[in-house]
């Protein structure tokens, strides 16, 4: 290709990009983290010296930042101890039952057993700032300015204790793991177009800018760490490399990691942890680090560790490459929980167990960790979209095509719609903190969510949605999209408006309900008996043998999908696209050329119809 034409290529590339997705104006900050951690493994006190580059692209001069001390929610009186009080279903591992009734954990610790962060220092650009902590947050008023386009420069020093494990954080868990530090150090808030994301940690997840983390950990000589990032040293301390000469100062090991555009970094610590690792076929370097408490336990880890290296090959293909070298994942807190490049999960559990919730979190490698979501606006778009990934790779893996050949997350439609029918539903696009209950959070957030992407598929169809993921991940990676976002990368692959889907799923409490009225040898009658709108696949067996499969697109979407001959019960089906139905009229006449003996609404079942007992029909 000669420059003429090689310019003029890249010209087209870049204004194509720019109209596929990406919205005018885009910027988000970046944070660089330099820290030096010094633990007292006895008292699980440490001190904390960092460096933080804070860069602001906003347009905007601050005249404050914001920090979240996280641990300070493990405190009586805070607003996570409160919420235990009051929610009817709080999270059992949060609570204690006192005479038979639940009473938050938090509520009972002693000042030794709390967890803390004292900032003791800040300085801005080498100026001392003034500070105040409310709660979890932490306010610091600059001397100056961070003008726009420019970055400040800050020197925290800090001294922490580190809490009972109530909540993915803290010291000792249930399975013994003296040290699960995650959500750990003072951490910058989150600032966008939307403004500062300064949420009280009740209990939910986060939102943070992306940057890149330089963190060395002195901690007594005989401690392995599992972390997120890479090591730098892994001759000069326990665990990684055999026979290696651990190098120690005052009995204490110095580990030492780097790691770049990631929004959140964690570790863990236990002195009887061990180490093993596996490279991916696309070449990832995959740990595990965990307590080897019998043969079963060591075995299920071994083999989930091969699996792990399956998963990322797998994921990679379908929804984007992951593009750090390293993932890590580790035995410690309270059941699994993401962090860049590294998890931390109980370790206690059968294979089944243990490969799914490392599917879990190591999906989250994709939404939450590439694509920066805000977990907690939109708490969908992070775990719905990961149960789905996780989901999906189970069964590829697991070779499970008896699944995979209609709806493969079944189970996730079955727990939506037992909420849906329960009462307790609440819009999907509430804040995570904000619902009355952990069942609706759990199934609005893991299940609904899931369905939200399954069902999408269903209205664009699989393939277009397969090409939507992977054309989402090139554009949106290490960035922070919307739903809003996805939903544009949605439409320009399909063709489709999706503004209704969108705004009534995600919004509202509606719901799907279809069903057969009518079967006549010259028609058949749909009644919509909800008040959500959908196109509708409908299978009609005749009389004679002889198959058709009838689309009904709504009018909304103003698009058709394609015809989806990669499911086995459409393959060789003479598939005829009707009149568009539009959501003002209840009722739908489909022409029949002769006597049906069977009907089938949506034979792939991937529309979420909430009673899906009148959806076919069979003489």
Do not use: C
Not at 167 to 174: F, H
Not at 533 to 553: R, T, W
């Amino acid at each position: 290709m000669n420059l003429k034409l090689s310019i003029s290529f890249l010209l087209v590339s870049l204004l194509s990009l720019a109209a596929f997705g990406q919205r005018k104006g885009y910027w988000q900050q970046k944070v660089d983290y330099s820290m030096d951690i010094d633990v007292n493994e006895k008292t699980f006190q440490y001190d904390g010296k960092m460096t933080l580059k804070y860069s602001n692209h906003s347009g905007q001069s601050l005249n404050k930042v914001y920090f979240h001390l996280y641990f300070n929610a493990f405190q009586p009186g805070s607003m996570m101890d409160e919420r235990l009080k009051t929610i009817p279903d709080p999270d059992r591992r949060m609570v204690k039952q006192v005479n038979g009734k639940p009473e938050s954990r938090i509520a009972s610790l002693t000042p030794e057993q709390i967890g803390y962060q004292k900032i003791k220092s800040i300085r801005y650009n080498g100026q001392e700032a003034s500070f105040k902590v409310d709660g979890t947050i932490l306010e610091v008023t600059l001397p100056s300015p961070i003008l726009d386009n420019s970055t400040a420069t800050f020197d925290l020093t800090w001294t922490a204790q580190v809490p009972e494990q109530i909540r993915r954080s803290g010291r000792n868990s249930a399975e013994g793991v003296a040290f699960s530090m995650t959500q750990w150090y003072p951490k910058m808030a989150h600032f966008d177009e939307f403004g500062w994301h300064l949420d009280e940690y009740v209990g939910r997840e986060f939102v943070a800018p992306f940057g890149d983390f330089d963190v060395t950990i002195h901690i007594n000589k005989n401690y392995v760490i599992g972390s997120s990032g890479k090591l730098q040293n892994p001759n000069e301390v326990k665990g990684y490399v055999k026979n290696a000469k651990v190098k120690s100062k005052n009995n204490k090991a110095s580990w030492h990691y780097k790691v770049s555009n990631i929004h959140d970094f964690a570790w863990a610590a236990d002195p009887k942890f061990v180490v093993d690792s596996a490279k991916s076929k696309g070449g990832i370097t995959v740990y595990t680090v965990y307590l080897p408490t019998d043969k079963t336990i060591v075995d299920n880890w071994k083999t989930a560790l091969t699996m792990a290296t399956d998963f990322f090959d797998y994921t990679g293909k379908h929804f984007g490459a992951y593009p750090w070298p390293t993932y890590t994942v580790v035995q410690g807190g309270d059941g699994g929980m993401e962090y860049g490049t590294a998890t931390l999960v109980t370790g206690g559990r059968n294979l089944k167990g243990l490969v799914g919730v490392i599917y879990h979190e190591a999906a989250h490698s994709w939404y939450q960790h590439l694509f920066g979501i805000n977990e907690t606006v939109d708490e969908w778009f992070d775990e719905g979209f990961t149960s789905y990934i996780e989901e999906l790779a189970y069964q590829e893996i697991f070779d499970r095509p008896q699944v995979r050949a209609l709806n493969p997350i079944g189970m996730a439609y079955n727990a939506y719609i037992k909420l849906a029918l329960s009462g307790k539903e609440e819009p999907m696009s509430l804040l995570a903190d904000y619902y009355n209950s952990n069942y609706a959070y759990s199934n609005e957030a893991y299940s609904k969510g899931a369905v939200f992407a399954e069902q999408l598929g269903y209205i664009i169809g699989k393939e277009n949605l397969q090409k939507t993921f992977l054309r989402f991940y090139e554009l949106w990676k290490f960035k922070h999209p919307t739903p809003n976002d996805f939903k544009r990368v949605a439409e320009e692959v399909s063709g489709i408006n999706l503004k209704w889907y969108f705004n009534l799923f995600l919004n509202t409490t509606r719901r799907i309900d279809y069903g057969i009225a009518q079967v006549k040898d010259d028609h058949v009658l749909i009644r919509n008996k909800s008040d959500l709108a959908m196109p509708l696949d409908i299978l009609v067996e005749y009389a004679d043998g002889s198959k058709e499969l009838f689309y009904i697109p709504l009018r909304e979407m103003r698009g058709e999908k394609p015809a989806e001959q990669n499911y086995p019960v459409y393959q060789g089906v003479k598939r005829t696209v009707l009149t568009d139905w539009f959501w003002t009229r209840p009722v739908y006449r489909l022409p029949l050329s002769k006597k049906a003996k069977a009907v089938t609404i949506d034979p792939t079942q991937r529309l979420a119809d909430v009673n899906p007992q009148d959806n076919s029909y069979k003489q």
